[in-house]
């Protein structure tokens, strides 16, 4: 039944798998790289491709957090009328030009892929007891301590390192999300590579690969691209700079001084004119 259900996919994907075969071919046969290199480069063409959909998925979602005190408001005001709430959520979204459903593009054009990596390492690789490799240097194209790419690492270290780079690629985007879904986030890696821990070794080459790529470009775009939030002014309300400052403390002593010297001239008044009504008592008397 579950040979059934993985050949009915494999017929369904059969034109990306052709795509990617001859991609992962031309790497291999033209180039002259071993396989698993092979899948690498493959992974980095297919993502650079990709790049400009990843772009635009981080401008949808930056857009959407800016809507967010509006949508808080259009939420509050029909709190109780879950319709007129949709009403106004949409031309909310209409008037400002925002697809709530743009940051799933990308999401949704990987996944095919994924499942095309998939099928073809398995049709190169063959399955155990089903298939023969169809290129039996396949199965010896690996490195290290994954040789074999159509099948599983019996020592786990790829898949966990399928979860540490996908966690670090995500580290870098939870600084724009709500608190509350950050851990959900950091728990997406965990869950996503105990579901491809007996994936063949060769699916983990792809993903480990597709995590460096994110990784490096939610770096570029989160400090040097869309992503990154504009620098604020760092001057809190009230909040003295350091030049006010600076300048409150050179002139503080001046002011100190011409207190003291306004006080002093004060007391020297004072003191004349004590003077004065002590003369003019005296001759009072006499």
Known sequence: MINAIADFFQNLFSPVVSILGQVLLFFHQTVGAPWWLSIAMLTIVVRGLLFPLTVK???????????????????????????KQREEMAKLYQDRGVNPLGGC????IQMPI????????????????????????????????????????????????????ML??????????????????????????????????????YWITSNLVT???????YHHGPGRRPAADGKAPGKPTAQSTSADVHS?????????SQNGSNEDAMARAAKVAKRKRRKKKK
């Open 168 to 205: 670090a690629a995500t580290e870098i985007t939870l600084k724009n999300v709500d608190p509350q879904q950050r851990w959900l986030m950091r728990l997406l890696p965990v869950g996503f590579t105990a579901f491809l821990l007996s994936f063949p070794a060769g699916l983990f080459v």
């Open 57 to 83: 998925q981080v401008k949808s979602m930056r857009a959407v957090q800016d809507l967010k005190p509006d949508m808080d408001k259009v939420r509050a005001q029909y709190q109780n009328n879950p319709q």
């Open 114 to 165: 994924f499942i095309g990596i998939f099928y073809v390492i398995r049709l190169f690789g063959g399955t155990p007891g089903r298939t023969e490799p169809k290129y039996p240097s396949f199965v010896d194209g690996g490195i290290l301590w994954f040789k074999d790419l159509s099948q599983s690492d019996p020592t786990y270290i790829l898949p966990i390192l399928s979860a540490i780079t």
């Open 215 to 221: 990784l490096v470009q939610n770096y570029a775009i």
């Open 252 to 260: 503080k002593p001046d002011a100190d001084r011409n207190g003291q």
């Open 105 to 108: 593009l990308p999401i949704l």
